[in-house]
């Protein structure tokens, strides 16, 4: 059974950091597309960031580049998301998702399997 536990969401001040970790069970995380998406209260989910298994290609979503760096440590079968300087509009639940295909996608239906969610909140 294929299990994405995140965690290390919470509140924090505008212009602080945050890390994300997804800890992965019954898959390895070296042959899977990873995936972090977010979704604001009331609104569609979006993509944020994704490592691809295959060359290790990463791919973000314009708001967040230079701000959040995805990465993964394969002997902890877990990704993380690094978040700096944070910014209200950057509160949302953020989810962790794996996809077997072998690229980084912003397409939520590629994804076979996510977590339950991690919330984020930023204060003004």
């Known amino acids: 059974q294929v299990q994405l536990v995140e965690s290390g969401g919470g509140l924090v001040q505008a212009g602080g950091t945050l890390t994300l970790s997804c800890e992965a069970f019954?898959?390895?995380?070296?042959?899977?597309?990873m995936g972090w998406f977010r979704q604001p209260a009331g609104k569609e989910r979006e993509f944020v960031a994704a490592f691809s298994w295959s060359g290790g290609r990463t791919y973000y979503k314009d708001s967040v580049k230079g701000r959040f760096t995805i990465s993964r440590d394969n002997a902890k079968n877990t990704v993380y998301l690094q978040m700096n300087s944070l910014k209200p509009e950057d509160t949302a639940v953020y989810y962790c998702?794996?996809?077997?295909?072998?690229?980084?996608?912003?397409?939520?239906?590629?994804?076979?399997?996510w977590g339950q969610g991690t919330q984020v909140t930023v204060s003004s």
């Open positions: 019954g898959l390895t995380i070296i042959t899977y597309t």
């Open positions: 998702a794996a996809s077997t295909i072998a690229a980084p996608m912003a397409d939520s239906s590629e994804y076979d399997y």
